[in-house]
């Protein structure tokens, strides 16, 4: 695609990719919409933890929390399909729909040798998550959703204006103002930033959408889950999104990360709040 450097995109990647533990491993997992490219570390013999990144995001976002969780759970992220990453389509065979994406992640889950694992997604990757533990509650053991879009609540009409341009025609001027602009200036990892930029053009596939999962369906959703919403987010009322999740899941904790916004998820939360939290949701304390 014009404008977009596979080169300099995979040096972003790689240049954050060094901020994971020294142990990591790349794996790829075939499935039937393509080979998938999963970032994998943490003992091989630890229960699974599948890390799902945000629309427009790879797995290398998750550099800031895998060590804390590697030394409890086997974890692998993935890149999205038909998302900037490693991972390759099966020719125009990408997913359509939210059947597609459960049946992409069962694929990807048998390919990893996991009957079942501990799933996390942040913004759009919590997404595709709630609606994998909806369809396929047996394969979720545990849940964590990092301010998660379209789940809960609506986009503010202020964030969908300014995300127009770069969704219209993303060039990385673009993507640094959009990103600065939700933010509130508050700076960001360069070498991340430095990739989502390089990530702009990046030839991907439509991203599946869809209406919020619906409230009898989540009213029956008997999987633990921890939602985390960011104080500072400007994508959606943080509050509100904590509000309406414990009003509908039956087994839900919630918290409000302060000084944190959608778009620094997960890899500038601060200090070792964020760690902290997701270890101890995921051992059950």
Not at 34 to 61: D, E, F, I, K
Not at 260 to 273: F, M
Request: glycine content about 8%.
């Amino acid at each position: 695609m014009a404008g977009y450097d596979s080169e300099a995109f995979r040096v972003a990647y790689d240049k954050v990719l060094a901020k994971w533990p020294a142990e990591r491993e790349a794996l790829t997992v075939a499935t039937p919409f393509g080979n998938t490219h999963v970032n994998a570390c943490g003992p091989r013999q630890a229960p699974p933890l599948l890390l799902l990144p945000g629309g427009g995001a790879t797995s290398a976002s998750w550099y800031a929390q895998t060590a804390a969780l590697a030394r409890i759970r086997r974890v692998y992220a993935p890149d999205l399909i038909g998302a900037p990453g490693l991972t390759t389509p099966a020719g125009d065979r990408h997913p359509r729909t939210v059947a597609d994406l459960a049946a992409w992640l069962d694929a990807l889950l048998d390919g990893l040798g996991a009957p079942s694992a501990d799933v996390g997604g942040h913004s759009y990757g919590a997404w595709i998550a709630l609606h994998h533990a909806l369809r396929a509650p047996g394969r979720v053991r545990r849940l964590f959703l990092l301010d998660p879009t379209q789940c809960f609540a609506g986009f503010k009409a202020a964030y969908l204006l300014h995300a127009l341009p770069m969704l219209l025609r993303p060039t990385p001027r673009r993507v640094r103002a959009f990103l600065e602009w939700e933010t509130g200036g508050v700076p960001l990892d360069p070498d991340w930033l430095a990739l989502q930029e390089a990530a702009a053009g990046f030839p991907a596939a439509k991203p599946v959408t869809g209406p919020r999962p619906a409230p009898d369906a989540l009213r029956g959703l008997e999987v633990p889950v921890l939602l985390l919403t960011a104080a500072s987010s400007r994508t959606h009322e943080a509050r509100a999104v904590a509000d309406r999740a414990r009003a509908l899941l039956p087994h839900v904790e919630t918290a409000v990360l302060p000084g944190v916004s959608h778009h620094a998820l997960p890899q500038c939360a601060a200090d070792d709040t964020l760690a902290g939290r997701l270890t101890a949701f995921l051992n059950g304390s």
